[in-house]
């Protein structure tokens, strides 16, 4: 079997700079797992890595995709898996980067997600509704997709309901490994985690974070979108709305970060195919487990 590496973890653990290092020390190309980092011009907020930070390593599935435009699990899987394709046919290792767990999932699985077509009425109906009611919606039909989903995000919510709705249920997606993977998991104890949330967050709107959130907008990326793409963007959709201030926003931001980072916590820790790793502290146990790996 070819072989895939995959680093997933909470926000903030470091994953981006683990996997580039990884790529340079073991012929490797990175691709890319994030549900925002596919959008041309999320770049600060989704902590997009920058081409100077690529230490010229080869990155996939970063812009390729119009953020007035829905982007599904499916559409990633898509182009994931050519692009996995194409760095095994190159002699190549891929290494499977994110934090957004289904996107992994669909990948290293090879899921095959419900063909359900866009139900525009439903859509139109439920998009007046606001995430706590649609996630609570989705508890009464569909506990298990509840269990599993960000019921901060309404697109996605709103998906979950509309299979729903059509099915009876989300389907659950079943374990098909076709790779020899290893699945390298980083995280921090609870207070250094969200020390580097807080300090992330002030690089951030240091770097020009707002600035770069009303430029999209003042270049035709709704509110309304931005609110459906969700954390970070649904705070600056509010603070352009002129519904908070900046101190609000960066304690928003803040706490919808550490909230996110608990969930995606909750959906890795089910993997029991991860190995977990601190990456400052252990930075050496997971060289040694990588070179086993790639050998």
Excluded at 30 to 52: N, P
Excluded at 211 to 239: F, I, T, V
Aim: with cysteine; charged share 35%.
């Amino acid at each position: 079997m070819e072989k895939l590496l995959v680093v997933c973890g909470p926000t903030a653990s470091g994953k981006s700079s683990l996997a580039v290092e990884l790529a340079q020390n073991y012929e490797g190309e990175v691709i890319s797992a994030d549900s925002r980092q596919v959008y041309r011009g999320l770049d600060i907020s989704t902590g997009k890595t920058r081409s100077e930070e690529m230490g010229g390593v080869p990155h996939h599935l970063l812009d390729v995709a119009d953020p007035q435009n829905n982007f599904s699990a499916a559409d990633f899987k898509e182009l994931a898996d050519k692009a996995v394709a194409d760095i095994h046919t190159r002699g190549k290792l891929p290494i499977l980067c994110g934090g957004t767990g289904f996107y992994i999932q669909g990948v290293v699985d090879d899921a095959v997600f419900p063909e359900v077509e866009p139900n525009k009425a439903l859509r139109t109906k439920l998009s007046t509704r606001n995430t706590e009611e649609l996630f609570t919606e989705l508890q009464e039909k569909d506990p298990r997709r509840a269990a599993e989903i960000d019921p901060d995000n309404p697109h996605r919510l709103i998906r979950a309901l509309e299979i729903v709705a059509e099915l009876g249920r989300v389907p659950k997606l079943e374990k098909k490994e076709r790779f020899d993977t290893l699945h390298i998991g980083l995280d921090f104890p609870d207070k250094e985690l969200k020390h580097r949330i807080i300090s992330r967050t002030k690089k951030r709107f240091e770097s020009g974070m707002i600035e770069e959130a009303q430029n999209l907008y003042e270049n035709g990326l709704s509110l309304e979108r931005m609110r459906e793409l969700g954390l970070e963007y649904g705070y600056l959709a509010d603070y352009i709305d002129g519904k908070i201030d900046k101190q609000k926003l960066f304690t928003n931001i803040v706490q919808g970060d550490w909230q996110y980072a608990r969930r995606q916590r909750t959906w890795f820790k089910k993997d029991e195919r991860i190995d977990w790793f601190q990456p400052v502290k252990e930075r050496k146990d997971i060289e040694a487990e990588v070179k086993i790996f790639t050998k």
